[in-house]
């Protein structure tokens, strides 16, 4: 469990790529090779726990995530009257969105107080 909760970062986002890469799909038949990748890539941080790695995809998802909360409340704001549907879509965007927020600060800093005396480049495990 003390496992789960010290990679739920990484969970996190590999999640939300991979249902943003299933809702391309079943929505439009396109595949949505960036969520793959993005999936793909935050697995392997999973595994190998590369520290300059975490801090860059702490960072880009940090700052997408930033801009999607933007976004959502734009999004909100184009609504000529304040329906529930509106409200609905404020409130889902930055529970998402700000979950999102939190994990990616979660995840930096994690691997900027990470011990630097590991060899980077060995294939390293640690529980």
Same mark, same amino acid.
């Given at each position: 469990? =003390? %496992?789960?909760? =010290?990679?739920?970062?990484?969970? $996190? $986002?590999?999640?939300?790529?991979?249902?943003?890469?299933?809702?391309? +799909?079943?929505?439009?038949?396109?595949?949505?090779?960036?969520?793959?990748?993005?999936?793909?890539?935050?697995?392997?941080?999973?595994?190998?726990?590369? %520290? *300059? #790695?975490?801090?860059? +995809?702490?960072?880009?998802?940090?700052? !997408?995530?930033?801009?999607?909360?933007?976004?959502?409340?734009?999004?909100? %704001?184009? $609504?000529?009257?304040?329906?529930?549907? #509106?409200?609905?879509?404020?409130?889902?965007?930055?529970?998402?969105?700000?979950?999102? *927020?939190?994990?990616?600060?979660?995840?930096?800093?994690? +691997?900027?107080?990470?011990?630097? =005396?590991?060899?980077?480049?060995? !294939?390293?495990?640690?529980?």
């Amino acid at each position: 469990m =003390k %496992r789960l909760f =010290k990679n739920l970062p990484e969970i $996190f $986002f590999i999640g939300l790529g991979t249902a943003w890469a299933a809702e391309n +799909y079943l929505a439009s038949g396109h595949i949505n090779y960036i969520a793959i990748l993005l999936s793909w890539l935050l697995f392997l941080q999973l595994i190998y726990k590369n %520290r *300059v #790695a975490g801090i860059i +995809y702490g960072n880009i998802l940090g700052i !997408f995530s930033l801009y999607m909360l933007g976004a959502v409340y734009s999004e909100f %704001r184009d $609504f000529e009257t304040t329906t529930t549907e #509106a409200w609905a879509l404020l409130f889902f965007g930055i529970s998402v969105f700000g979950t999102a *927020v939190f994990m990616s600060g979660k995840m930096l800093y994690r +691997y900027l107080t990470t011990n630097k =005396k590991h060899a980077e480049n060995e !294939f390293t495990i640690s529980f």
